[in-house]
């Protein structure tokens, strides 16, 4: 199946496993199906510091505080058991901080997990680069937690503990503890 779109313009699609949707005059981007899992997207320029770029683009003219920009959801809505297994398990939103303006455009990156339930915000980085968690859990060890870090830790500025600081020995055994006014 040919389609003539514009001059000079031509897609093919192939009806079969492994088909092609090529794009442009001299086909520079590809589509590919993946039989039984997805899509290859690829630019078949070869030149030095040319990538395939996917952009997700609105529509809307007027942005304003926490509009949505572009999302990537996850979800098995074919999900035999029903009810939370249906729903949207993770995502990325780009959403607006503020009103865009000619001199504002600033944006968070929004990541969501769910547990049980839709997918909410657990983790965001805003244009500011400041990365937020929003998860509350409470350790108990060094490999629990809202934040675990598998690798060292370096920090190049001050640190601010809200709550108990608790050094441990790698056996898990509270070496130390502060507590704040105590």
């Not at 320029?45 to 990537?72: R, S, W, Y």
Request: glycine share 10%; charged share 20%.
């Amino acid at each position: 199946l040919h389609l003539s779109i514009r001059r000079q313009r031509q897609m093919c699609i192939r009806d079969r496993d492994s088909a092609v949707l090529s794009m442009g005059a001299d086909s520079d981007v590809l589509i590919t199906h993946d039989p039984d899992d997805g899509l290859f997207i690829k630019s078949t320029a070869t030149a030095d510091n040319n990538p395939v770029v996917l952009t997700l683009q609105t529509g809307e003219t007027d942005i304003a505080a926490d509009d949505k920009l572009g999302v990537i959801n996850f979800q098995a809505p074919d999900e035999g058991t029903g009810t939370d297994a249906i729903l949207v398990a993770a995502g990325i939103e780009a959403v607006s901080e503020g009103d865009f303006s000619a001199s504002n455009n600033a944006t968070k990156l929004s990541f969501l997990t769910g547990s049980s339930g839709a997918a909410t915000e657990k983790m965001s980085i805003s244009s500011g680069g400041v990365v937020s968690i929003t998860a509350t859990t409470a350790n108990t060890s060094a490999t629990d937690g809202a934040l675990t870090v598998g690798g060292g830790l370096g920090v190049a500025a001050d640190v601010s503990i809200g709550d108990d600081l608790r050094l441990l020995s790698e056996t898990n055994s509270s070496i130390a503890c502060f507590t704040p006014g105590a």
